[in-house]
């Protein structure tokens, strides 16, 4: 089964930082374009940032300089590292593959 999990949420700060993990299984990571989306409360889910399988990093302009993508082949898992987070950056984070979508991991950015 192809599958995939994001984890690492949690509340933070404003200012804070967190690593968002997506750990795949049923293919391998490296050989195909892999994306993070975040939907918050009310809204409808956004592309933030894609991992090219040609080692191709594309960022969503809000997230740009804030948000870093990198991927460890041997744990076949792609992270998202967020950093200086705000208080919209609060939604639900999921990874995603073509057609195939993660659980989703909740990050809350508050005070």
């Known amino acids: 089964d192809v599958q995939l999990q994001a984890y690492g949420g949690g509340l933070v700060q404003p200012g804070g930082s967190l690593r968002l993990s997506c750990a795949a299984s049923g293919f391998t990571i490296m050989t195909y374009d892999m994306r993070w989306f975040r939907q918050a409360p009310g809204k409808e889910r956004e592309w933030i940032a894609s991992?090219?399988?040609?080692?191709?990093?594309l960022h969503e302009n809000s997230v740009k300089g804030r948000f870093t993508l990198s991927r460890d082949t041997a744990k076949n898992t792609m992270y998202l590292q967020m950093n200086n987070l705000k208080p919209e950056d609060t939604a639900m984070y999921y990874c995603n593959r073509a057609n195939v979508w993660g659980q989703g991991t909740q990050v809350t950015v508050s005070s």
């Open positions: 991992f090219l399988s040609e080692d191709t990093l």
